[in-house]
C-alpha cells in the first residue's frame, strides 16, 4: 500500500509539472502571436524575452511568499489563490483582446509573475515527490514531454485564440487549486515538513540522516553554465521567433513533438549510472549548438537551426531543471533552488535582449562569441563535475565511517561483551525479524559495501527496483524508514541477554 501510495503521488507530481510547461509555454506562444498584431518581429522577441524575465522574479520570490503563508489557515490561502486566478483571467483576457501594447505588456508582466510563482511551488512539489532519486531526470523528462504535447493538441485542434486561452487558463487553475488545497494530512504545501515532503536537507534516500549540504559555490557554478548555455540556446530560439513573426517561415506545430521526443531521451540518458553522465550529455549536445550557431553564421540552412533547436531545448530543459533539484535536496532553503533553473534560464534571455539586442539575427561578431561561450562552458563543466565526484566520493566514506561500529579504545563492542560474534548477531537479527534468504543477502550487501544501490544490485545480480522493494519489505518488519535508518538499526540492534 505505502508502495502504491508512493507512485500516485509522483503520477500526480508528474502531471502537475506537465501542466504547468503547458500553461507557461502555451501562454508564451499566445503572447507572441498576439503582440503581432501590435508590434513588429523584433518587438515579439523583445516583449517575449521580457515577460521571462518578469516570470523569473515569482520563482525567486516564492520561497518568501510559501513562508508568508506557511502559519496561514487554509481558507486564508484558498481565498488568495481563488484571487490569483481571477486576476490571471483577466490578464489573459487583456491579452487576447490586443487591448494596445503597454496594456498588453502590463498584463502579461502580472500574468508572467504568476506563473512564475506557480512554477517555483510545482518545482518544489515535483523535487520531493519522488522516493527514487535515481529516476528523477525521468519524471522531469516525461512531464516536459506531457506539457508540449498537451500544447501541440491545444495549437492544432483549437485554432481560435479565445479557446485556446480558456484551456490555458484552466490549465493554471488547477494548479492554484493543487498549491492552496490541503491534502488528506490537512497540510499546505508551504506547511510540509517531515509528515510529507522531507525537510530542508533531509535525503529522499535516508529519512532522517542529512545529506552532505552543498557549498553554495557549487550553487554559483552551475548557475554560471546554465546562464552561457542559456546564451547559446537563445540565440537560437531568438533567430527561430524572429523569423516566424516575420512570416519568413511557417514552422507550424509538427516540429514541436521532436521536443517532447527529445525530453524524454533525455531523462532516460541523464538517468544512467545515477546521473554521472548526464553534465557532459548536456556538454555535447552544447557542442552540437554552438556548431549551429557557426554554420548559421556562414549561410546554413534555416531548417538545420530549427531542427538542432528542438532537439537540444528538450535536453536543456531537463537538463537544467533536474540539476537544480539536486542541489535543493543538500540545500537549507530548497523551495528557493528547486525551480531556479527556470528562473535562470528566464533573466539570461531578458539580458541577452537588453544587452545585445537579442541576437535575433546570427552575425560573424556572435559566431566568436559563441566560441568564447564553448570555452567558458568547458571550463566551469568539467570543473563543476569533477567537484561534484569528490563530494560524493566523501559523503560515502562518511557514511561509511559513520555506520560502522566503533571498536576504538579499551572498551569492547558491546555485542561482544553479550558473547555475540558478528556472524552469530547477523543470524540471530535475520531469526528474530524473519528475514527471507533474499533480504539477508541484501542486508549483507548493505552492511558491508559503501557503493550505491545500483553498484550493490549489479554485484548481486538483480535489478535495482529489487533492492528497494528488498530494503522497503526489511524496513517494515524492523519498523525502520530506508537503507540508512536500516543501517543504523542493525548496528545499535542486540539481542536480550
Not at 195 to 206: L, N, T, V
Not at 279 to 296: A, K
Request: proline content about 2%; aromatic content about 12%.
Amino acid at each position: 500500500m505505502k508502495a502504491n501510495a508512493k507512485k500516485e503521488t509522483i503520477y500526480a507530481n508528474i502531471i502537475m509539472l506537465a501542466v504547468f510547461f503547458f500553461a507557461f509555454l502555451g501562454t508564451e506562444y499566445l503572447f507572441d502571436n498576439c503582440m503581432m498584431y501590435v508590434t513588429d518581429a523584433s518587438g515579439v522577441v523583445r516583449a517575449q524575452n521580457q515577460m521571462l524575465g518578469v516570470s523569473a522574479i515569482g520563482f525567486l520570490l516564492y520561497n518568501w511568499i510559501s513562508g508568508f503563508f506557511a502559519d496561514k489557515s487554509p481558507w486564508v490561502t484558498g481565498g488568495t489563490g481563488l484571487l490569483a486566478f481571477g486576476i490571471g483571467a483577466g490578464c489573459m483576457g487583456c491579452i487576447i483582446l490586443h487591448a494596445g501594447y503597454v496594456q498588453m505588456m502590463i498584463a502579461g508582466g502580472v500574468l508572467f509573475f504568476l506563473l512564475g510563482v506557480v512554477g517555483a511551488g510545482v518545482h518544489y512539489r515535483m523535487a520531493y515527490s519522488v522516493y527514487d532519486r535515481a529516476m528523477l531526470a525521468r519524471c522531469v523528462g516525461f512531464a516536459y514531454a506531457g506539457g508540449i504535447f498537451l500544447q501541440f493538441l491545444n495549437n492544432n485542434m483549437i485554432h481560435e485564440n479565445h479557446t485556446q486561452a480558456v484551456a490555458l487558463c484552466a490549465g493554471t487553475g488547477y494548479l492554484l487549486f493543487v498549491l492552496c488545497t490541503p491534502d488528506r494530512k490537512g497540510s499546505l504545501p508551504c506547511q510540509e515538513q517531515e509528515g510529507g515532503y522531507p525537510i530542508a536537507g533531509q535525503s529522499q534516500e535516508a529519512a532522517g540522516q542529512k545529506d552532505i549540504q552543498y557549498p553554495v559555490y557549487v550553487g554559483i557554478m552551475l548557475i554560471g553554465i546554465v546562464f552561457l548555455q542559456t546564451i547559446v540556446f537563445t540565440t537560437l530560439d531568438n533567430a527561430v521567433t524572429a523569423v516566424h513573426a516575420s512570416g519568413g517561415v511557417d514552422i507550424g506545430q509538427w516540429p514541436r513533438l521532436l521536443l517532447a521526443l527529445s525530453g524524454i531521451a533525455a531523462g532516460f540518458l541523464y538517468d544512467i549510472r545515477g546521473r554521472r553522465w548526464m553534465h557532459m550529455i548536456m556538454y555535447c549536445v552544447t557542442l552540437l549548438s554552438t556548431i549551429c550557431v557557426i554554420v548559421i553564421g556562414f549561410g546554413g540552412p534555416f531548417l538545420l537551426g530549427l531542427l538542432v533547436f528542438y532537439l537540444s531545448a528538450g535536453f536543456f530543459s531537463v537538463y537544467f531543471t533536474v540539476g537544480f533539484m539536486d542541489i535543493s535536496y543538500h540545500s537549507a532553503k530548497p523551495k528557493l533552488w528547486a525551480g531556479l533553473g527556470r528562473a535562470v534560464n528566464n533573466v539570461c534571455a531578458l539580458m541577452i535582449m537588453t544587452l545585445a539586442g537579442g541576437f535575433a539575427s546570427v552575425r560573424y561578431e556572435v559566431m566568436i562569441v559563441a566560441v568564447i561561450l564553448f570555452f567558458l562552458i568547458s571550463v566551469l563543466a568539467f570543473s563543476y563535475q569533477n567537484i561534484l565526484i569528490g563530494m560524493e566520493l566523501r559523503s560515502v566514506e562518511a557514511a561509511a565511517s559513520a555506520l560502522m561500529p566503533q571498536t576504538g579504545g579499551a572498551a569492547e563492542p558491546e555485542d561482544k561483551q553479550v558473547g555475540l560474534s558478528t556472524m552469530d548477531k547477523f543470524t540471530a537479527f535475520g531469526e528474530q525479524y524473519s528475514l527471507t534468504e533474499r533480504e539477508r543477502e541484501v542486508l549483507r550487501a548493505l552492511l558491508s559495501s559503501g557503493e550505491n544501490v545500483q553498484d550493490i544490485a549489479h554485484t548481486l545480480g538483480i535489478s535495482r527496483a529489487a533492492i528497494y522493494r528488498h530494503i522497503s519489505n526489511m524496513n517494515e518488519k524492523t519498523e525502520t524508514k530506508a537503507r540508512m535508518g536500516l543501517i543504523q538499526f542493525y548496528y545499535g540492534w542486540h539481542p536480550e541477554k
